[in-house]
């Protein structure tokens, strides 16, 4: 049977390729199939994964079945409607219109912006990767966790992949809520929560070279 397997970040430049479709026996694991990977790309053991099945947070246990899309997921760092990952610059104003109702006493947004220096060095610009399909996904999971824990159901996300330059956002965050407390805990709520589980990379580039930054992800 065949799988489709899919790489991110440094899994991707050791491999050499961004996916590519294998061949593997039945009953085969993910983590069986990774372990074949590390065979052939040693490096790759001194990164331990998360995996991912058909755009979902998977074990290692998990068998793999015809057709499915597997993808690793190195440490992360921290489409349609209010959840999505794009290229484009942030429309601020479509968050804002996605989140506005007429019970809304508080409207909070946060702006994680491109700075000039990170851990004493100046930075050029960053470039950000992002499994697109999964992350809008995790952004969804991350509103309704926001639902679940406040009772709050306007909420809407945009991050940036790709290049962006210093002052740049990489991400916007919009929430309405009756009161401007649970506003501010729920926005803070979801940056944390995009940082832990979202599957979106950071590379800076400084005059000293480039190197990920990665944080400190879910499922190893």
Not at 38 to 64: C, D, E, I, K
Request: charged share 20%.
């Amino acid at each position: 049977m065949n799988v489709r397997v899919r790489f991110f970040a440094t899994y991707r430049e050791w491999v050499g390729t961004r996916e590519e479709t294998v061949e593997v026996a039945t009953g085969t694991t993910v983590a069986a199939l990774w372990q074949r990977y590390v065979a052939q790309h040693p490096q790759m053991a001194s990164v331990q994964p998360a995996f991912a099945v058909n755009h979902a947070y998977a074990p290692g246990h998990r068998p793999l079945a015809d057709g499915d899309e597997v993808a690793f997921i190195p440490p992360v760092s921290g489409g349609a409607g209010p959840f999505l990952v794009t290229e484009q610059e942030i429309d601020v104003a479509a968050l804002l219109r996605a989140v506005a109702h007429p019970g809304a006493g508080a409207i909070v947004t946060f702006h994680g912006v491109v700075r000039d220096n990170s851990r004493g060095r100046a930075v050029r610009y960053l470039e950000y990767e992002a499994y697109q399909e999964m992350a809008e996904r995790t952004l969804a999971q991350i509103a309704q966790e926001i639902a679940a824990r406040w009772g709050l159901e306007h909420v809407a996300i945009a991050h940036r992949m790709g290049h962006l330059a210093i002052g740049e956002a990489s991400v916007v965050i919009a929430v309405a809520a009756p009161h401007r407390q649970e506003a501010f805990a729920a926005c803070a709520y979801a940056i944390d929560r995009i940082k832990q589980i979202a599957p979106i990379w950071k590379k800076e580039f400084t005059a000293d070279g480039a190197i990920w930054v990665e944080g400190p992800g879910e499922g190893k």
